[in-house]
Nanobody, 127 residues
Framework: RVQLVESGGGSVEAGGSLRLSCAAS????????MAWFRQAPGNKREGVAA????????YYADSVRGRFTINRDNVRNTVYLQMHILRPEDTAMYLC????????????????????WGQGTQVTVSS
């Protein structure tokens, strides 16, 4: 069973940066896709970014494109979310998800029902 552990959250002022990490243990499978989601109180969970671990193709929500970057380290089985120019509306619990890459991942990554989830790491951006 894949276990995901997030880290790197914290509190920053608007305009600041943070880097989140998601380490995957018990990592098996030839084609793994990973994604970052976020959820603020009272809001629906929102897909933020996703990546094919083998090929490195990346996908982003419009709300973060150009400010956030997802990348991976296949040696460490870790995916990162580098966040710049943070805004108060980026405040949320950020969760990491993983699964065998499904067909059509490139277009449904934000809606896909992932099998594995981390516990989340809180990001708070003050104005």
């Amino acid at each position: 069973r894949v276990q995901l552990v997030e880290s790197g959250g914290g509190s920053v002022e608007a305009g600041g940066s943070l880097r989140l990490s998601c380490a995957a243990s018990q990592y098996t499978g030839n084609s793994i896709c990973m994604a970052w989601f976020r959820q603020a109180p009272g809001n629906k969970r929102e897909g933020v970014a996703a990546i094919y671990m083998n090929g490195g193709n990346t996908y982003y929500a419009d709300s973060v494109r150009g400010r956030f970057t997802i990348n991976r380290d296949n040696v460490r089985n870790t995916v990162y979310l580098q966040m710049h120019i943070l805004r108060p509306e980026d405040t949320a619990m950020y969760l990491c998800a993983a699964d065998e890459c499904p067909a059509g991942f490139y277009k449904n990554w934000a809606q896909y029902n992932y099998d594995y989830w981390g516990q989340g790491t809180q990001v708070t951006v003050s104005s």
